[in-house]
């Protein structure tokens, strides 16, 4: 119970009986809410997750924010704003949802700004030309959108109610992704090569934001045995691969693994081996923009900082 | 590094209720943070009206909600039945539930009620019907509404914005002719 000031209800159940009526609840498929019991431990891996998914969103701002002066259209800029500008609002309603955990958004913007926090380590890649955003829509959305399609099923009631609301609006996010790569790799040569270009830099990167595999995934277990997550990274990052490459391949794209063949025995894409020591190093903090992001995020910070004190300034003024 | 952010202190969370139409009620859409109330409906209508389906925003004090689940009903049944009036003033309560695992909290109707538990206990006693999982009453006066006035101005410019619809990209179709072309392509090399 949270909110307005009355008697708390006590809990008199031993912290096993709570356990084992939490965990008969998840089973029933109801959806926890913020005031009913939870272990720590679900709290704590909640709070992780999607403070981390909610710094995602706002540092993925920048990648894309940096090409909205160069689109090659005022309608292809009117999309990228109202992306760049959808990427904010997913950010809020994240954060909102780890409040209702107990949270506080300074906390977590603290958290980020200071270093402490992770984010998504695809952001740490730089976008180099207009194919890019065609690459991030489409590869990119395309996997958060997996992700995030498992997550709106998750057992907690808030983060499932931000993830529905998110996935309907990404889908949009992927769909013009698509629309500018289509383009692209059916257009001029160097248009198509253009895309070649950016399909190279950006395949790799995207399957290791499904994350380590599961052997290597410290998190996995608790998260699937509490309804967090539903399906291991692994089973993801095959789902995004099945369904992207021949998508990919049919706009005469490849993609840069020598490894990846349809294996008619498994009905899946098989694909290489992903360089996890490329991957520790960037989530670790040495990615080609760690500091970029990161430099550009608090000087964003700051820069607001006249606002947020003119605002609080007329709060005071009008109110007392 | 400067350290401006520290020299922030967290503006009050405010809970955005959403109605998408007329004959729809208001829905919890999320929260805001804001220094007043003013500021927090606009800064509702920046993170939650991106997309063209708003008539009205209200925002409340999320410390003004008295919030209870079902578990918490559950493991004190006789609670609600001890609760009594309070003596103080007679006022008006918003009654919002949720009344299934994956819905979103969602207008049932008012209660006056002395405060916010005595407020729960006749909500749940005038709306039997609403059996549903968790409960918010809150002052009716604690809210503040858009107007009709600002359904043009504030919500207005989403409509006009249908690239940000999926369905105004044609990729789909284009991606399924391509494969389709590939399929019978290497139906004929075999």
């Known amino acids: 119970m949270y909110g307005a000031t009355v008697e708390p209800i006590e809990d008199i159940r031993t912290d096993a009986e709570k356990l084992a009526g939490f965990e008969a609840r998840i089973a029933r498929g109801e959806k926890i809410e913020p005031g009913d019991w939870m272990p720590d431990e679900y709290r704590r891996q909640l709070i992780r997750m999607i403070s981390q998914h909610a710094h995602s969103e706002v540092v993925g701002m920048l990648p894309e924010g940096a090409f909205i002066t160069r689109a090659p259209n005022l309608r292809r800029k009117l999309i990228l704003i109202a992306k760049v500008q959808d990427e904010a609002g997913h950010g809020q309603y994240l954060y909102h949802a780890a409040e209702t955990l107990g949270a506080t958004r300074e906390e977590m913007l603290d958290a980020l700004l200071s270093g402490k926090a992770k984010y998504s380590s695809i952001f740490n890649y730089p976008t180099l030309s207009w194919a890019d955003m065609g690459a991030i829509g489409w590869l990119v959305d395309g996997a958060a959108i997996l992700n995030q399609t498992m997550l709106a099923r998750c057992s907690y009631g808030p983060y499932a109610r931000a993830m529905v609301r998110i996935c309907a609006e990404e889908n949009f996010h992927r769909r013009q992704g698509q629309d500018i790569v289509i383009t692209l790799a059916l257009g001029t040569p160097e248009q198509k090569a253009m895309m070649q270009d950016s399909i190279n830099r950006w395949w790799w990167p995207t399957l290791m934001m499904f994350g380590p595999h599961d052997t290597d995934s410290s998190n996995s277990a608790v998260l699937i045995r509490w309804g967090i997550k539903t399906k291991t990274n692994d089973e993801l990052r095959q789902a995004f691969v099945d369904q992207t490459a021949p998508e990919l391949m049919a706009l005469g794209l490849t993609i840069p693994d020598p490894d990846l063949h349809y294996d008619a025995a498994t009905e899946h894409w098989h694909f290489g081996e992903i360089n996890w020591d490329e991957f520790w190093n960037v989530v670790k903090g040495n990615g080609p923009c760690n500091a970029e992001r990161m430099t550009a995020r608090r000087q964003a910070h700051e820069d607001g900082l006249w606002v947020r004190e003119a605002m609080a300034a007329y709060t005071e003024k009008y109110q007392s | ?190």
């Open chain 2, 1 to 190: 590094m400067t350290d401006t952010h520290t020299r922030d202190t967290q503006w009050l969370r405010y809970m955005v209720l959403h109605q998408e139409r007329e004959d729809k009620p208001h829905q919890h859409a999320g929260t805001v943070h804001a220094p007043d109330a003013e500021m927090a409906l606009l800064n509702a209508r920046d993170v939650f009206v991106r997309r063209p389906e708003c008539v009205s925003l209200w925002v409340v004090r999320a410390d003004l909600i008295f919030t209870c689940t079902q578990e918490e009903l559950a493991l004190h049944p006789d609670w609600i039945e001890s609760l009594q009036p309070s003596g103080n003033p007679v006022e008006k309560y918003y009654f919002f539930a949720k009344l299934t695992q994956k819905g979103q909290f969602t207008h049932i109707g008012e209660v006056e009620a002395q405060n916010p538990t005595h407020a729960l206990k006749i909500a749940l006693q005038a709306y039997p019907d609403t059996h549903g999982f968790a409960w918010w009453v809150f002052p009716v006066k604690a809210v503040l509404k858009s107007t009709p006035d600002d359904i043009a101005v504030m919500f207005g410019p989403a409509a006009v914005k249908d690239f940000r619809d999926q369905a105004n990209f044609h990729a789909l179709s284009v991606l399924r002719k391509l494969m389709r072309k590939q399929e019978v392509e290497e139906s004929h090399e075999s």
